[in-house]
């Protein structure tokens, strides 16, 4: 997951550099409505949407913190 925003984000920040720190935001919005829409769903299928939203979460908030440590330095 980590690696195919990875890839987004450098495929966009090629045409536009400010679009570098959206995709990593807009998938960690996306990914918080997926967790609470699988509260909703419930059963096994409401946890698969929650494990794959979790995991979108924590890549998109790697990804922004290494964003932030690149533009620092």
């Known amino acids: 997951m980590l ?3 990875i890839l987004i984000s450098y495929l966009t920040s ?3 550099p400010v679009l ?3 995709v990593p935001l807009m998938s960690g919005l996306i990914s918080i409505i997926g967790i609470v829409v699988s509260l909703f ?3 096994w299928t409401g946890m698969a949407i929650g494990i794959i939203s979790l995991t979108a979460l924590i890549a998109s908030l790697i990804l922004i913190k290494d964003i ?3 533009r620092k330095n």
């Open 14 to 16: 090629r045409r536009k």
């Open 3 to 5: 690696i195919l925003l």
């Open 41 to 43: 769903i419930g059963a």
């Open 68 to 70: 932030e440590t690149i």
């Open 20 to 22: 570098k720190s959206v």
